[in-house]
T-cell receptor, first 114, second 112 residues
Framework: EPEVTQTPSHQVTQMGQEVILRCVPI?????FYWYRQILGQKVEFLVS????????KSEIFDDQFSVERPDGSNFTLKIRSTKLEDSAMYFC????????????FGEGSRLTVL | QQQVKQSPQSLIVQKGGISIINCAYE??????FPWYQQFPGKGPALLIAIRPDVSEKKEGRFTISFNKSAKQFSLHIMDSQPGDSATYFC???????????FGTGTRLAVRP
C-alpha cells in the first residue's frame, strides 16, 4: 500500500541550528502538507503546497520556516534557526485531490531542540 | 471560530462496550468531518469521515453521527476491543480549502 515516508524519524539539534525534514509523498498525490504535534497536544496545520507554491500557511509558519519540492518526489520543511518551542513531531501529509480532507500522513519526524 | 472542540480528553471502556467521543464546531463553512486514529509513535490515519448531507455513516464497528443544526458530530465504536486503544482526533475542513482543523484528541483505553 502506498505510504508517505519521512526522514529522519528523530533529530536532535541545538537551538539556533538549521534543520531540514524530508518527506516523500504518495506518488500520484498533488497536494502536500506539513503539520506538527507538540507532545500530548493536538495536531496543528503549518502549511499546504500545490503546484510548486504555498497555497496556505498558518500563523505558526513564520519566516523561520520554508518548504520546497526540489525534485519530483521529495517535499522538505526547513527551519532556519530552531527554537526550543520548535520541539515537536512534524508530520508530512499528502492528498490526491483538493477539498476532500482525505489526507494521508507519514509516521512523523520527531524534532528535539536543546 | 476555527476551533473544533472535542471531549472527553480520555476514556476507559471495557472490552465489548461502546466508546463515544464527541466534537463540536462553530464554523458553518466546514463541510467535511473526518475522524483520525493515532497509535503511539505513528501518524494519524483516516478512520471514517462524513459530509453534512447525511446524519449517520457506519463502517463496520465505527459510526459517525452528525447533527448539523447543533454543529456537533460524534464517533461511536461498538464492541470496543483492546486493539482500538489509541488517540482519536476529530477534524473539519471546508470544501473550498484543504486545511484540516483538528480537535484536541481523546485517548481511548479499552480494558480486556
Amino acid at each position: 500500500e502506498p505510504e508517505v515516508t519521512q526522514t529522519p524519524s528523530h533529530q536532535v539539534t541545538q537551538m539556533g541550528q538549521e534543520v531540514i525534514l524530508r518527506c516523500v509523498p504518495i506518488s500520484n498525490h498533488l497536494y502536500f502538507y506539513w503539520y506538527r504535534q507538540i507532545l500530548g497536544q493536538k495536531v496543528e496545520f503549518l502549511v499546504s503546497f500545490y503546484n510548486n507554491e504555498i497555497s496556505e500557511k498558518s500563523e505558526i509558519f513564520d519566516d523561520q520556516f520554508s518548504v520546497e519540492r526540489p525534485d519530483g518526489s521529495n517535499f522538505t520543511l526547513k527551519i532556519r534557526s530552531t527554537k526550543l518551542e520548535d520541539s515537536a513531531m512534524y508530520f508530512c501529509a499528502s492528498s490526491v485531490v483538493l477539498s476532500t480532507g482525505e489526507l494521508f500522513f507519514g509516521e512523523g519526524s520527531r524534532l528535539t531542540v536543546l | 471560530q476555527q476551533q473544533v472542540k472535542q471531549s472527553p480528553q480520555s476514556l476507559i471502556v471495557q472490552k465489548g462496550g461502546i466508546s463515544i467521543i464527541n466534537c463540536a464546531y462553530e464554523n458553518t463553512a466546514f463541510d467535511y468531518f473526518p475522524w483520525y486514529q493515532q497509535f503511539p509513535g505513528k501518524g494519524p490515519a483516516l478512520l471514517i469521515a462524513i459530509r453534512p448531507d447525511v446524519s449517520e455513516k457506519k463502517e463496520g464497528r465505527f459510526t459517525i453521527s452528525f447533527n448539523k443544526s447543533a454543529k456537533q458530530f460524534s464517533l461511536h465504536i461498538m464492541d470496543s476491543q483492546p486493539g482500538d486503544s489509541a488517540t482519536y482526533f476529530c477534524a473539519a475542513s471546508k470544501s473550498s480549502g484543504d486545511k484540516l482543523t483538528f480537535g484536541t484528541g481523546t485517548r481511548l483505553a479499552v480494558r480486556p
